[in-house]
């Protein structure tokens, strides 16, 4: 069992940033490519970024390459998601996944996520 928590979200206005983490348990955390998803109102869940296990390859969504920033920090089980310059259209509960099943879109375990809105 993987568990996975998210926090940093939060109310913030158009051009601010705010930096998501994501607490990861299990053994073989190093091993999982994990990723962040987002689901906005009334809009299905959306993929935004993915990593791989050594951090050797990353992708992001077109919506948010510029802008978003996915690393991740083995020793501490941790990955991150560093938001810049946010827009209302980033307003969405910001999900942490992780195992990798098939790179870079579909995971085996999910956080609970946290909510991220971004007003004008």
């Known amino acids: 069992q993987v568990q996975l928590v998210e926090s940093g979200g939060g109310l913030v206005q158009a051009g601010d940033s705010l930096r998501l983490s994501c607490a990861a348990s299990?053994?073989?955390?190093?091993?999982?490519?994990m990723g962040w998803f987002r689901q906005a109102p009334g809009k299905e869940r959306e993929f935004v970024a993915a990593?791989?296990?050594?951090?050797?390859?990353?992708y992001y969504t077109d919506s948010v390459k510029g802008r978003f920033t996915i690393s991740r920090d083995n020793a501490k089980n941790t990955i991150a998601l560093q938001m810049n310059s946010l827009k209302p259209e980033d307003t969405a509960v910001y999900y942490c996944?992780?195992?990798?099943?098939?790179?870079?879109?579909?995971?085996?375990?999910w956080g609970q996520g946290t909510q991220v809105t971004v007003s004008s």
């Open positions: 996944a992780a195992d990798c099943r098939n790179w870079p879109y579909e995971y085996t375990y």
């Open positions: 299990g053994r073989t955390f190093g091993s999982y490519a």
């Open positions: 990593i791989s296990g050594s951090a050797s390859s990353i």
